[in-house]
């Protein structure tokens, strides 16, 4: 590109964790620094849509880095985006370079605003007289094509790449080079980064994985006071991730779920091994519904719900037969007591309804353990 050929439009594909994000700015940095040396102009956007998903948004950043004074002209909102798109065709062949922008995470752009703005830019090089523009699209969701207009699909993925996983042997050497820059030497066991990267191969590759185990390990080992970080402290770190990841998942549950999930914590107790039926799920769940005016739904979408809470590993439901009368699910939590307290603590209206109803003395007949 900086010696004057159109650059491709290029998809970049991969898992999250294998480096898309990170080589994709590094590169930029480089083809920066090179049409530097060598006196080109070229301009490089970055823009994460995840937070920049309107076409307004994305031809202002593109637009800044043509010029410093593009906001003072083209006010933040409010323009036609067909004037906004002029403004920018004009800055760019005023301008005559080259620029490259970067939309990472473009699947959430093409899902929140469609595919229009797509259109336009990489339809942009064909009105463009004077400059030139190249779009690098980045994803982790390889079917996000299939949203596209053909057209759109084609000038786009003019060519594609993948990111493969990195293995163990590759994060291990990102986190060797990372904790030479974050730690005092002498300071992370070795076998600690192994140990770190082996965990992250096995999570498809995660690069990021093994970063947040090595950065997780390191908080717990200052925290009691430690010089040095061992192995040990990675499986505490593992624990403390896995924590996280209940609590957010119970937090995002729909309210139906929610209400379900916590029948099933109330309940427990009341039964060998903690243990109950569908029935007896439906029971409390019921009173919770009638005492919290939750729309109480049938016996049967419960059941379904707790086929989804299962297949989340929140819950184990397993079917057994009872001979003669049939069969049922023996329900019981597949989360400890930790996590739960946990959950609890990061959610009110859970721990509300838990509260509330332990307190109105219902489930005393249950034998209710401590919850
Ligand atoms: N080759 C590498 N050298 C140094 N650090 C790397 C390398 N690859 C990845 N990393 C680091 O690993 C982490 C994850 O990488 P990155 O953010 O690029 O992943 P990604 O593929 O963009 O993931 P996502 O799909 O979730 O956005 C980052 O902290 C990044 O700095
Ligand atoms: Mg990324």
Redesign the pocket.
């Known amino acids: 590109a900086l010696y004057g050929a159109r650059p491709s439009n290029i998809l970049i594909y991969?898992?999250?964790?294998?480096?898309?994000?990170?080589?994709?700015?590094f590169i930029c940095k480089q083809i920066v620094s090179k049409a530097e040396t060598e006196g080109k102009k070229i301009h490089t956007a970055y823009i994460n849509c995840k937070q920049t998903n309107t076409p307004y948004g994305i031809l202002t950043n593109i637009g800044k880095t043509y010029s410093n004074d593009w906001e003072d002209k083209v006010p933040n909102a409010g323009w036609r985006i067909d004037k906004v798109y002029s403004a920018l065709k004009e800055k760019a062949d005023e301008d005559g370079g080259i620029a490259i922008v970067i939309l990472?995470?473009i699947d959430t752009l093409v899902s929140k605003s469609g595919d229009d703005i797509l259109y336009h830019l990489t339809g942009l090089n064909s009105d463009l007289d004077n400059s030139k523009i190249s779009l690098i699209g980045?994803?982790?969701d390889t079917k996000f094509t299939s949203w596209l207009d053909p057209r759109v699909k084609s000038r786009m993925g003019e060519e594609s790449l993948t990111?493969a996983p990195?293995n163990a042997l590759?994060i291990e050497?990102?986190l060797v080079?990372?904790a030479k820059m974050a730690f005092h030497e002498g300071a992370v066991e070795p076998l600690v980064l192994s140990y770190c990267s082996s965990r992250a191969a096995l999570e498809h590759g995660?690069?990021?994985k093994?970063?947040d185990l090595l950065r997780i390990s390191a908080e717990i080992a200052e925290r009691e006071g430690k010089e040095i970080v061992t192995v040990e402290y990675v499986s505490k770190a593992e624990n403390v991730m896995e924590h996280d990841l209940v609590r957010s998942l119970i937090s995002t549950l729909p309210l139906q779920p929610k209400v379900t999930l916590a029948s099933i914590i109330l309940n427990r107790g009341s039964k060998e091994n903690g243990q109950q039926t569908t029935g007896e799920v439906y029971n409390t769940y019921s009173l919770i519904c009638k005492r919290f005016e939750v729309e109480q739904l049938t016996q049967r979408r419960v059941g379904h719900i707790i086929s989804e809470l299962d297949m989340q590993g929140l819950i184990n439901a397993k079917v057994v037969s009872l001979g003669r009368q049939g069969r049922t699910r023996y329900i019981s939590l597949s989360i400890e007591q930790s996590q739960i307290d946990g959950a609890l603590d990061n959610d009110s209206f859970l721990s509300r309804v838990i509260k509330e109803i332990k307190m109105s003395g219902y489930l005393s007949s249950m034998q209710l353990r401590l919850i």
Do not use: C, H, P
């Not at 964790?17 to 700015?25: D, L, Q, W």
């Open positions: 991969g898992q999250t964790g294998t480096g898309k994000t990170a080589v994709a700015k990472d995470e980045i994803s982790n990111f990195y590759q050497n990102i080079q990372r995660d690069a990021r093994a970063l």
